[in-house]
């Protein structure tokens, strides 16, 4: 996975060198649509790829790199996160809430109001429930 963002933040360097010119956005596309066969950047794609069951791919585009990139950002993020699937056009992202990470954030926001323990096997809706009894008893 480290492949894959250091690849993203050279591209994004590069972006960078490209728009600082005034003509730049048939560069920027270009650029965006050249390949790699850089193994351990597509060896990082393709385990993405295997976590959301799709097929492994042999080359990659700067464009798919940077989306790379935002699924790895989305998979660290607290409520969020995402799947890197392939399509027509190159690769794409699937966001999505798993179901974990929204009883955790349901979970933290009812313990902001009152100090109790929450069982874990509780569901998404007897945990809703919960929080809108905490809310009306405030």
Not at 16 to 29: A, G, H, M
Not at 40 to 47: E, L
Not at 81 to 98: D, F, H, N, W
């Amino acid at each position: 996975m480290n492949a894959i963002l250091r690849a993203g933040a050279i591209i994004r360097h590069e972006l960078k060198e490209l728009k600082s010119n005034s003509i730049f956005d048939q560069r920027v596309l270009s650029f965006l649509e050249q390949k790699t066969s850089a193994r351990d950047v597509i060896t990082a794609i393709n385990v993405l790829l295997n976590e959301a069951d799709q097929e492994p791919i042999f080359e990659v585009t700067y464009r798919d790199i940077l989306v790379a990139c935002e699924v790895l950002r989305l998979k660290e993020d607290p409520l969020y996160s995402a799947r890197l699937l392939k399509c027509k056009s190159g690769l794409t992202i699937e966001k999505y809430v798993p179901e974990e990470k929204l009883k955790r954030m349901i979970m933290r926001r009812i313990k902001e109001h009152v100090d109790v323990e929450i069982p874990e096997d509780l569901t998404i809706e007897q945990l809703k429930e919960l929080e809108e009894k905490v809310m009306k008893a405030r």
